[in-house]
């Protein structure tokens, strides 16, 4: 149990009320207000019909500061209550953290919360592009991230492997066998002449082919090259499910049922309209033309009621940025079907490839870097996937390829990565002692000590706040602080050729953060190396 829990809970036995308001344990701006501030007295101060900084001094004489801790209490202006960590608090921290060892940072503040996270779900039409790139790393940090903070995550591809795009593909590539140019509105790029060569090797087309069972048999072979480049990048899914999938159960005539039932649909013009402007909509939507065939919007709908049907509390979705409009039609038929809270989508917005400060423009024909494959390829896993996330992906990203395959403080993976290779190269050292959680950790007073201390403490919070909002952008940030702060700790204190119980608690506390940086690497799907 953190700090701000058990703080929590001693405030909550020091003080009865009917219904407690929740309670905020900040860190102050300014060091001389102490180092957690909270304003609960004046949220109690309506309910209990006292002035807020008696209820403050009633806190400050009833709880056990001392049991938790804390060196001294203050109460400040109107009734805030601002507490003072003392060595010994932080020193257990440490022995917290190496007891504790990959397991640091896990809690239960997702409470078995069932999430199922979607991503990528890339057409299976060509090769992953770098937009899919960053939805996968951005994708997967999430369910590593929500997995660690006590939510029982999934991870899922949906494949679009029904519908026009199939059949586009199919006639694209038999035009390809036949030597002759893909339809306009078809698959013009050279994965298309690999993969008319792959099925027909030796040019031999057979007559009245089906293009929807050739661009089936086509899709089939992108989505095993997808999961191979998938894997190798450090991603993997629970589960691949199939739109064809969807069509065989029935899911969405049935869908289109529970939609009528609930009186969200009209017939308008020969057609059947989704009439989500009554639920929050721009406009209302056809889903059955008047040719009776179902738009993309009765399937994609049908999905989503799926995934909540096998029992997920919450499904999360990460689309490309072309897909803005698709939020409010698919919150709204969630609406109309009871299931209003379910679906947050996350915008993944567009890459930038920076060489030389210039873009790199998106043509696989002119030689230059497009897809997920090749930018791994070119820069490594770590990088690529720490680079993405280092930015809301609410905001395009410029991605840097120079200062990617710069080996120096300059590249931020490098630079965090280096600190992990550091400690780990300490410890190595000869005379350097095995790092212990029994260790008198009463040592550890200096300022740089005691500040890298109080970062390490509040991973759990970092994980938990990262789970809740869907941002690992929060980690990398974290991460970075870490290692600033273990830098100026190690060039303030000497670990190894001090006094014998100073080196051994200064190494515990290298150990530590060595703990702390290689978990929170690996939440990213980043690599700890012990040597660089």
């Known amino acids: 149990m953190n700090l701000k829990t058990r703080l929590m809970d001693a405030v909550r036995s020091a003080v009865s009320v009917e219904q407690m308001p ?54 400040a202006g109107p009734g805030f209550i601002n507490i003072f960590l003392g060595p010994r608090y932080y020193q257990n921290v440490v022995s917290e953290i190496v007891s504790q060892g990959a397991e640091y940072g896990r809690s239960d503040s997702g409470g078995g919360k069932k999430i199922i996270v979607e991503f990528v779900s890339a057409n299976p039409t060509g090769p992953l592009n770098v937009v899919s790139a960053r939805a996968a790393a951005t994708g997967d940090s999430i369910v590593r991230i929500l997995r660690k903070a006590g939510y029982a995550a999934d991870a899922e591809f949906y494949v679009n492997d029904a519908g026009r795009q199939i059949r586009r593909l199919g006639e694209s590539i038999i035009a390809r066998t036949k030597g002759l140019e893909p339809p ?31 661009g089936r048999k086509a899709a089939e072979l ?6 191979a480049v998938l894997e190798s990048y450090g991603v993997h899914f629970d589960r691949w499910y199939r739109e064809s999938e969807l069509h065989a159960s029935g899911a969405p005539e049935k869908t289109l049922e529970e939609l009528k039932a609930c009186g969200a649909i009209e017939e308008k ?9 009554r639920y929050g909509d721009e406009e209302d939507r056809v889903v059955v033309t008047s040719e009776g065939r179902p738009t993309y919007l009765l399937p994609d709908i049908a999905y989503h009621l799926d995934k909540a049907n096998r029992g997920y509390d919450h499904a999360v979705d990460l689309l490309g940025p072309d897909h ?53 390829d070119e820069v490594g896993k770590d990088v690529t996937r720490y680079f993405f996330l280092q930015r809301k992906t609410s905001s395009p990203l410029d991605f840097d390829l120079d200062l990617a395959k710069e080996q120096s403080d300059r590249n931020p993976v490098f630079y965090v990565q280096y600190a992990y290779t550091r400690i780990s190269g300490i410890l190595r050292q000869d005379g350097c002692p095995v790092p212990s959680a029994e ?21 759990p919070e970092q994980v938990a706040r990262a789970a809740e909002t869907f941002e690992p952008q929060k980690l990398v940030s974290y991460l970075a602080e870490i290692a600033t702060r273990f830098h100026k700790f190690y060039t303030a204190h000497r670990v190894v050729g001090v006094e014998d ?11 530590a953060a060595r703990i702390v940086l290689k978990e929170g690497l690996s939440l990213l799907g980043v690599s700890a190396p012990e040597r660089m």
Not at 269 to 277: I, Q, V
Request: aromatic share 6%; charged share 30%.
């Open 22 to 75: 929740e309670i905020f344990w900040q860190v102050p701006k300014r060091p001389d207000l102490g180092d957690l501030s909270t304003n609960i007295a004046m949220l109690l101060a309506k309910p209990l019909g006292k002035n807020p900084r008696d209820i403050a001094q009633q806190l400050v004489d009833e709880v056990d500061w001392d049991k938790l801790g804390v060196k001294r209490v203050e109460i």
């Open 184 to 214: 306009e509105d078809g698959y013009h790029g050279e994965d298309v002449i690999a993969r008319a060569k792959h099925l027909y090797p030796d040019g031999v087309v057979p007559d009245n082919l089906d293009p929807e069972e050739v």
């Open 222 to 227: 992108n989505v095993q090259g997808q999961k």
């Open 269 to 277: 013009e020969g057609a059947l309209w989704f009439t989500g402007s």
């Open 324 to 376: 803005h409009d698709y939020v409010g039609r698919m919150k709204a038929a969630l609406k109309a079907l009871d299931r209003e809270d379910f679906l947050d989508v996350i915008i993944v917005q567009q890459v930038n490839l920076l060489s030389s400060g210039e873009k790199v423009k998106m043509s696989k024909r002119a030689g230059k870097l497009v897809t997920l494959e090749e930018l791994v």
């Open 439 to 459: 260790a008198d950790l009463g040592k550890l007073t200096g300022d740089a000590e005691i500040e890298l201390v109080k970062h390490l403490e509040q991973f």
């Open 501 to 511: 119980d100073l080196s051994l608690a200064r190494a515990t506390l290298a150990e």
